[in-house]
């Protein structure tokens, strides 16, 4: 293992996308490779290193299959099983889908539902609220006939491992995963950190010239702690140190923590994804057209790059973003971990390092990622321009403000409570709270607290002030009060 030019590659890329700070891991063989890079906290001198914390996101959903997949070694649980065979309340909109999901379907995200984000960033709905609301979560394709990525099923994965173990998600994979493998820096949530002083801190590009989703390039400042906890489909906080014990079972088809059959059958794909210029993994499928498949099969997205069959997986956070991915044949295995938002470095990182592993050096994936991002930033952009010119602020509502205000529901999201602020309104919605800035007519944009991470929100009220719609998600709201 070339480790000069790991580090001279890692280090030149994180520079040219602005990251304060990062770490990676690296198995190959019986080598192990794991180096922390920046700073903890833009704007301090204290060193990322390879036992620093960080926030890796969705890729804790491969932690959260394995941990199904030893139930399946013990007996306990089988791929098949129908979810209400073991959480007999677990409801759907469509009660036959509800009675017929299976353990695999929650694992491969082939329910034909959405995601519902708002119950986890704005609400903070424990697991079991977050399942009894998903049957009010309609469904948006025909179920087992599309992939799409959604957290909430992983959360009844979660829920699942405390309905046949009698423990919870957060103490069983302390016990079977972290204590297994001696990963004595990984947390299953960040109330469970035991060490803040080597911890990466978040941060965020504050230019608001664009929305918060498309910030990929910019200055990086610290921003505030998402304290995300319990989270089966995201909530791991672990280092590249521990990261690399985690790519050594990998490789080892999963060895001292599964059976070899039931590794397979994790990484084995179960569903294809159709249209994958329209999903999470866009940026990577427009960069490798050469691709000759993309599936997902249980916690890990399964396709080949240069040949090679891969597994691998993303993971963001507010203020973080992660990769993890393995070249079973290869017996090759990387980790990155960024604190930042919104990038692409961990995705260039990981083509990278990929290459120099496998001797194939010929692009140049920071420069080519940056090129994809500026044109994307560039193109919302224009489309926030267009709607601010076919904007009329000069068109008053309908009705005095103060008839707006109230309390409003929804069955799947919840409550928020519009309030007169001096001459404008606030919303709020669980802890965040959001200026609404008058835009035409009964038409408001919201602009929230968390506005590093969240974009703004288009709200419209009816005339008479008793419904309101979030036009982001066409979610509407009815009024209580």
């Not at 991002?373 to 309908?398: F, H, I, T």
């Not at 409550?415 to 408001?444: C, P």
Request: with cysteine; glycine share 6%; proline share 4%.
């Amino acid at each position: 293992m070339n480790t000069q030019q790991l580090n001279e590659t890692i280090s030149k890329t994180l520079a040219a996308w602005n990251i304060p700070g990062g770490a990676v891991a690296v198995a190959q063989g019986d080598e192990t490779f794991a180096q922390g890079y920046g700073v903890l906290k833009a704007g301090k001198p204290e060193a990322v290193n390879a036992d620093t914390v960080f926030a890796i996101g969705s890729t804790t959903k491969a932690f959260t299959s394995a941990l199904i997949g030893m139930l399946v070694d013990e007996g306990k649980l089988n791929w098949d099983d129908p979810v209400v065979k073991h959480i007999p309340d677990f409801q759907l909109y469509d009660d036959w889908v509800a009675r017929h999901v299976t353990v695999r379907d929650l694992l491969c995200h082939r329910l034909g539902l959405e995601r519902a984000q708002k119950l986890y960033y704005h609400r903070g709905y424990d697991q079991r609220e977050i399942m009894r609301r998903m049957r009010y979560l309609r469904p948006t394709s025909n179920f087992r006939t599309q992939f799409q990525y959604a957290n909430q099923q992983y959360g009844v994965a979660g829920l699942l491992v405390e309905a046949v173990t009698g423990k919870t998600w957060d103490d069983f994979i302390t016990e079977r995963i972290f204590n297994a493998l001696n990963m004595s820096r990984s947390f299953s949530g960040y109330d469970r950190i035991t060490d803040h002083k080597n911890f990466a801190s978040p941060h965020a590009v504050a230019d608001e010239t664009y929305p918060a989703g498309v910030r990929f390039l910019g200055d990086q400042q610290p921003t505030d702690q998402f304290k995300i906890i319990h989270e089966p489909a995201g909530s791991i906080h672990t280092t590249a140190n521990d990261l690399a014990l985690w790519l050594k079972a990998l490789l080892q088809n999963g060895a001292p923590l599964l059976q070899p059959a039931t590794f397979n059958e994790l990484t084995t794909p179960q569903i294809v994804m159709q249209d994958v210029l329209n999903s999470e993994l866009a940026p990577l499928a427009y960069l490798q057209p050469a691709t000759h498949f993309w599936t997902y099969a249980l916690g890990w997205w399964a396709m080949d790059y240069r040949g090679e069959k891969v597994l691998m997986h993303g993971g963001q956070m507010p203020g973080y973003n992660s990769a993890v991915a393995f070249f079973p044949q290869r017996k090759l295995a990387l980790a990155v971990m960024v604190n930042v938002h919104q990038t692409l470095a961990h995705a260039a990182l990981f083509y990278a390092i990929a290459d120099i592993l496998l001797d194939k050096q010929d692009r140049d994936w920071s420069s080519e990622f940056q090129m994809v991002v500026q044109g994307y930033m560039a193109q919302v952009k224009g489309q926030v321009d267009e709607m601010r010119l076919a904007r009329n602020p000069n068109l008053p509502p309908s009705v005095g403000l103060d008839y707006f205000a109230g309390t409003f529901s929804n069955d799947l999201f919840g409550e928020m409570t519009v309030t007169r602020k001096d001459d404008s309104l606030q919303l709020t919605y669980g802890a965040n709270t959001a200026i609404l800035e008058h835009w035409q007519g009964d038409t408001f944009l919201a602009h929230w607290n968390l506005k590093a991470f969240l974009d703004d929100s288009m709200i419209a009220f009816s005339p008479d002030g008793k419904t309101m719609t979030l036009l982001n998600d066409r979610a509407e709201y009815r009024k209580l009060s």
